[in-house]
């Protein structure tokens, strides 16, 4: 199959614009599966918890139909980070989109820093999604560095890490290799780039998405502050 990581840096606070950009980006060239980062729809710094209600989707949102109708018409498979609003809950939460058009839903266990001034922890384990025979599980950013994560998924069964981020230390990318040799799982990081300054903070976010296999080889890995696009040829079998 084929798989795409797409690199790119989201607009703060313009969900719409981003969804647009992020149908540009899908639109370019076909892949079995595609993995954007963490928070793709909003941007990843909040000036409060109000502000990011405000700039948040609900899983069944009408603002991922024009992404999903896209996947569905392609064939492809989806994941994208996003801020989910659910009730009064508040989660940083990534989105599986499937070309028959159902949606899977995984919640950021581990929160980062800040995010906890934000977000609610994900209030339930990590699932497999098997699309297509091929079983995708789903962690967010800062998992990576909680051994526990990547191991519940593979435990359940998992052929695919999709891995939404915003990474800001710069250990994670060589830290996803181990998590992959020692799960014998292939992962995709999706990460961002540029740099965000507001609230009384300034993040620059580390880009190098990349494609590992679950015998640690790199397939591909991007540069620190360019928007690309990377693919793999991967047999999951
Ligand atoms: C992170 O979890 N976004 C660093």
Redesign the pocket.
């Known amino acids: 199959m084929k798989v795409g990581v797409i690199q790119f840096r989201p607009e703060c606070g313009a969900p719409g614009r981003n969804a647009g950009k992020i149908i540009d980006l899908l639109s370019r060239e076909r892949a079995d599966l595609f993995v954007l980062p963490?928070l793709s729809l909003s941007g990843?710094i909040f000036e409060s918890r109000e502000e990011a209600v405000s700039l948040a989707q609900t899983a069944d949102g009408t603002e991922f139909d024009g992404i999903s109708s896209l996947a569905s018409e392609r064939g492809s498979t989806v994941v994208l980070g996003f801020a989910e609003k659910c009730g009064d809950k508040l989660y940083n939460s990534s989105i599986l989109l499937a070309p028959d058009g159902s949606r899977s839903i995984y919640r950021?266990v581990?929160?980062?820093?800040d995010?906890k001034r934000v977000f609610d922890p994900g209030d339930r384990p990590p699932e497999v999604v098997a699309v297509s025979g091929v079983r995708l599980g789903m962690m967010?950013?800062?998992d990576w560095i909680f051994p526990e994560v990547a191991r519940t998924l593979a435990l359940a069964g998992a052929d695919i890490l999709c891995h939404s981020?915003?990474?800001?230390?710069p250990f994670c990318q060589d830290a996803m290799i181990t998590r992959c040799i020692e799960n014998r799982v292939f992962a995709l990081t999706a990460n961002r780039i540029g740099t965000e300054k507001r609230a009384g903070q300034q993040l620059t976010f580390t880009g190098r998405s990349q494609a590992v296999s679950p015998k640690g080889e790199l397939l591909v890995r991007a540069g620190t502050d360019s928007e690309e696009t990377l693919f793999a040829e991967i047999d999951p079998k």
């Open positions: 963490e990843y950021k581990q929160l980062f820093s995010e967010v950013c800062f981020a915003n990474l800001v230390l």
